[in-house]
């Protein structure tokens, strides 16, 4: 059994606007091992964005952890004060966004944002820190690293912007790496190779990363466990392999069917999921997926289904599958 | 790179400077064509002796050879001659520049220094009453007439004071008459009033616009990232978001730098401080047409030369520019 | 003093909609305005400056029983709520409020004709200028650059002198720099405009150059204008009141609020309240006229807020 890093339980995140209160994480647990690289997939909305933010402690105003904690080895996050914090963000737990067009500063060298944590985390001297942020740039795979540390990030192209998002977050060697939609802003090819470099990385310096994407092909290529989230809650939870082999619970299922596959057996049509992701301010009763669900049975508009264990790796959160009826029949 | 763009920018504000010049230069002639102030009185002037002034004056050449001589001469700092007592134009203008720099420069220097962190203020604490308080300050300022202020503040800090046999400030000029200047003291003390009634128009103006440029920053995914990375909240604001929020504001800045010269003006003549404002209010009475002309072209170029700065310094503060 | 421009960058509004502003949107943004209650209130007060511009013989006649004119050498320098003077006299003995009543004529007729001929102006050259490009807008543009760039004050004093105005040659004046910055607001909406799917199909119906300007550009431009309208306003009781001031502008006797305050340092030291007066007036009025323009930006763009 690997060691557990980052131990997430319970945790609640709610948006306290003019117009009522938004549930944006609804009660999320779980774990994420030390090396692994975890999927956390989901519709815009759907809360994965959220919970990483606080997991970071950044969720912005007006939102608030409200329930749950978040332990990093033994430390829960959620009681630190914001100082301690600071220390956490950056050193421990690094983390990119999904525009990196808009993520580095305009108005600094690339170099110096790279080397920042050191200075301020590490409290290196600015030469040392500059000299560290150039070896990093250079093992993200940024050509000529001395010379491009100097420019601004305007003079970057998208992906060369991504991979000194990653450096910059990789200077201090944090135990985790949360990626929140690192390729989507990108083109294809681009994706690819941003996709390679982190797996490069968790190889490399067997750092934990959770990777949030809407892109379940990105989920298949990379993470060996993925969450499922669907309205803040997570719907379903297992091995990758498992989880896109036989899903448990219908929302993962639809999902799946809604994408083509190169590697499908017979021609299936595509279907698209029917319905519109929920309002959060109105969530449905019951199971929150259960207006779009094909499966859908009496009690999924009454009662909250669970995450429960559903065949022999797998979580899901459904009446149906746990009360045994096999979806992929 | 930064060379082009700064030759490009030096190239494009000759035109702007003949155009000027010209409508300076011509809005004399046609209002006022060749009125020689005080001759038509004068019964002792012949016919021939009003030519020969005229001719002293340059007023009998063509119009565009009279605009040439015109533009020859503020190439070469000159900037005319004074139609009352034919003294040249430029040097009461570099005699008078002293005063009015002190003043505006002390002005633009607290209102930079104050409006930034009201501003940061503002934007930090959005909705609560510090933000309440220091917009309607900013909104009230904006509508104070600045020679109004002047002399409430006169009211208030000399006559009252004095009457209530407190101490008290002095109500005008650059220092109590008779000394040389040389004590720093007194001339801080002459300065302290009208600095103040000059600086809280910008103050009103930049808080204002401090705040809006830094809500709109610190809602930049930039901020996220550097807060992300774990950098303290002071750092975030002060380094990472501040930086990128008074680069809109030097333009601001940069555009007031002409406000060198005339923006004091009503706050000179209310303060009897000796600047370039107050000597071509004093001119303007005595209608001594030439050398209020003077003084405005000389003001026009010096903005010309403020958005030439103003452009500069934007470019060096914003690395997409230098760079592109 | 300032460039007359109050906070450029703010005032560049746009319509929420993409195409040309309908019923629905001015309706919507009376709704919005409705509800802005400072905004319903600098907008009343403005309401009340302009009343008592226009009434101000007949409130003079029915509350002061006297004209500006009148002199009464016998009792100069009256103390507020003094017999028959609510606010005192001034140096000469006549009632201060009175002046201040006929003091409005000047300050709201020279404002509104000053803004109406800057907005006129203005907008025309901002339509042209946006709507053909190329060499007009070029030409154009750069000469309201060089009228910007000559200090407005020294302008103002230039021309005051050449001049030698009344009301309105005077307003003619301060709207002869106002309406560059118009311009260039109007011009940078227009090309914004230009460029959106409903102005190419109207060309392509084959709509003359004035059509398509008056019926399709102008209503777009139209919010800014009011809105603009509104800020420059303020803007010219504040330019006015400094010129009347300095002794460039309206001279006595006829009474302004900014002449009111010429001589003050005179009588400072024992009538302190008639440099107070005057002053609350310009303040109240500027005020006004900013809130309400402010109030206006925000219902026709509530993004901005």
Same mark, same amino acid.
């Given at each position: ?30 774990? %994420? ?12 909305? +759907? ?29 829960? %996050? ?23 067009? &808009? ?80 390729? &989507? ?11 390679? %470099? ?17 892109? %379940? ?34 929302? &993962?299922? +639809? ?38 669900? &094909? ?5 999924? +508009? ?28 | ?22 409508? *300076? ?6 209002? $006022? ?66 005063? *009015?720099?002190?003043?505006? *420069? ?16 503002? $934007? ?17 300022? =904006? ?13 208030? =800090? ?20 008779? *000394? ?29 616009? /401090? ?39 030097? /333009? ?44 405005? /072209? ?16 934007? $470019? ?9 | ?25 001015? @309706? ?76 409005? @004529? ?59 105005? !009344? ?52 209503? !777009? ?13 303020? @803007? ?22 900014? !002449? ?33 323009? !402010? ?11």
């Amino acid at each position: 059994m690997a060691k557990t890093v980052l131990a997430v339980h319970d945790l609640k995140t709610q948006f306290f606007t003019r117009e009522g209160v938004v549930k944006a994480v609804d009660g999320v647990s779980f774990e %994420l091992d030390a090396g692994e690289t975890l999927g956390i997939v989901g519709e815009s909305g +759907s809360g994965k964005s959220v919970t990483a933010l606080s997991i970071m402690r950044l969720v912005p105003r007006p939102g608030r952890i409200v329930n749950g904690y978040v332990k990093l080895k033994d430390q829960d %996050l959620t009681k630190l004060t914001e100082a301690e914090m600071q220390e956490v963000r950056g050193e421990s737990i690094a983390m990119i966004f999904q525009d990196p067009m &808009t993520s580095l500063n305009p108005v600094f060298r690339v170099g110096w944002q790279v080397a920042e944590p050191l200075v301020v985390h590490a409290e290196k001297k600015r030469p040392s820190a500059l000299r560290d942020g150039v070896a990093m740039l250079k093992k993200v795979g940024i050509p000529n690293p001395d010379q491009r540390a100097k420019d601004f990030p305007h003079q970057f192209s998208g992906g060369m912007r991504q991979r000194a998002m990653i450096a910059m977050g990789l200077t201090t060697m944090p135990s985790v790496l949360i990626a929140d939609e690192p390729t &989507t802003a990108l083109d294809v090819t681009i994706q690819a190779q941003i996709l390679e %470099l982190l797996r490069d990385v968790n190889r490399e310096f067997g750092t934990a990363t959770i990777l949030i994407t809407h892109n %379940l092909g990105v989920v298949a290529g990379m993470c060996q466990r993925v969450l499922v989230m669907y309205a803040g809650r997570i719907v379903e939870s297992g091995p990758t392999e498992d989880v896109f082999a036989h899903p448990q619970h219908p929302y &993962t299922w +639809s999902l799946l069917k809604s994408i083509p596959r190169l590697d499908a057996d017979r021609h299936e049509p595509l279907r698209p999921i029917s319905g519109i992701p929920p309002d959060l301010l109105d969530v449905p009763p019951g199971c929150a997926f259960h207006p779009r669900c &094909t499966f859908r049975v009496d009690r999924c +508009s009454r009662d909250v289904p669970q995450l429960q264990r559903v065949g022999e790796t797998q979580l899901a959160a459904c009446w149906v599958t746990q009360a045994g009826t096999n979806l992929n029949a | 790179m930064l060379a082009k763009y700064l030759v490009r920018r030096v190239l494009a504000t000759i035109p702007v400077v003949i155009g000027v010049t010209l409508i *300076t230069f011509l809005v004399m002639h046609v209002t $006022a064509g060749s009125y020689i102030p005080g001759v038509d009185l004068n019964p002792a002037l012949k016919p021939e002796d009003i030519e020969a002034i005229k001719r002293y004056l340059g007023l009998d050449r063509p119009l565009y050879i009279q605009y040439l001589t015109w533009l020859g001469g503020i190439v070469h700092g000159d900037f005319g001659r004074s139609m009352i007592d034919g003294s040249l134009v430029s040097r009461h203008i570099f005699d008078r520049l002293p005063a *009015t720099l002190e003043l505006t *420069t002390t002005a633009i220097l607290l209102g930079v220094l104050i409006s930034i962190p009201l501003g940061v203020t503002g $934007a930090l604490r959005r909705g609560s009453k510090i933000d309440y308080a220091l917009t309607a300050m900013s909104v009230g300022g =904006f509508a104070i007439p600045a020679f109004w202020l002047g002399l409430m503040l006169i009211l208030l =800090f000399s006559v009252q004071f004095q009457a209530w046999g407190l101490p008290f400030l002095p109500s005008g000029g650059v220092m109590t008459p008779g *000394t040389q200047g040389g004590d720093l003291l007194d001339r801080l003390v002459h300065l302290l009033l009208p600095a103040t009634v000059l600086s809280f128009v910008y103050l009103s103006i930049w808080s204002r616009f /401090t705040r809006s440029s830094m809500l709109e920053v610190l809602s930049q995914d930039y901020v996220r990232t550097a807060r992300a990375k774990g950098m303290s909240e002071r750092r975030v604001v002060y380094l990472h978001a501040l930086r990128n929020a008074v680069i809109p504001l030097v /333009t601001l800045v940069g555009l007031e730098l002409p406000a060198l010269v005339s923006g004091g003006l009503v706050v000179e003549v209310v303060f009897s401080w000796p600047g370039i404002g107050k000597l071509l209010y004093e001119r303007a009475i005595q209608t001594d047409y030439t050398t209020v002309l003077g003084i405005t /072209t000389f003001a026009a170029l010096l903005v010309v030369l403020g958005n030439l700065l103003a452009d500069i310094l934007y $470019a060096v503060l914003d690395p997409r520019i230098r760079y592109a | 003093m300032i460039s007359p421009i109050p906070l450029e960058g703010e005032v560049a509004v746009e319509p929420v909609e993409r195409g040309r502003p309908g019923k629905s949107y001015w @309706q919507e943004s009376w709704e919005r305005l409705r509800l802005n209650r400072l905004g319903i209130a600098a907008g009343l007060v403005l309401v009340f400056f302009i009343l008592v511009a226009i009434t101000s013989p007949i409130l003079a006649a029915l509350f002061t029983h006297t004209d500006y004119r009148t002199i009464d050498l016998a009792n100069t320098f009256a103390r507020p709520l003094s017999a028959g003077h609510i606010l005192g006299t001034d140096d000469l003995g006549r009632d201060e409020l009175t002046r201040l009543l006929f003091g409005a @004529q000047v300050s709201m007729g020279i404002g509104f004709l000053s803004v109406f001929v800057a907005l006129t102006v203005g907008a025309t050259v901002g339509l042209v200028a946006g709507f053909y490009g190329g060499l007009i807008d070029g030409l154009l543009m750069r000469f309201v650059d060089m009228i910007l760039a000559i200090p407005a004050i020294f302008l103002f004093i230039l021309m005051a002198l050449l001049f030698k105005p !009344n009301a309105i040659t005077l307003a003619l004046i301060i709207a002869s720099v106002g309406w560059g910055s118009i311009a260039r607001l109007v011009r940078g909406e227009v090309l914004s405009v230009r460029t959106r799917d409903f102005m190419v199909a109207t060309k392509a119906l084959g709509a003359s150059d004035l059509r398509l300007i008056g019926r399709h550009l102008l209503p !777009n431009v139209l919010h800014v204008l009011i809105v603009y309208g509104s800020l420059y306003l303020g @803007q010219v009781i504040l330019i006015e009141a400094a010129l009347d001031f300095l002794g460039l502008g309206i001279t006595p006797p006829t009474p302004s609020w900014g !002449n009111m305050l010429t001589n003050s340092e005179t009588f400072f030291f024992h009538s302190s309240w008639l440099v107070v007066w005057p002053g609350i007036t310009i303040f109240l009025s500027v005020l006004a006229a900013n809130l309400f323009g !402010n109030a206006l930006r925000d219902a026709f763009d509530p993004r901005l807020r």
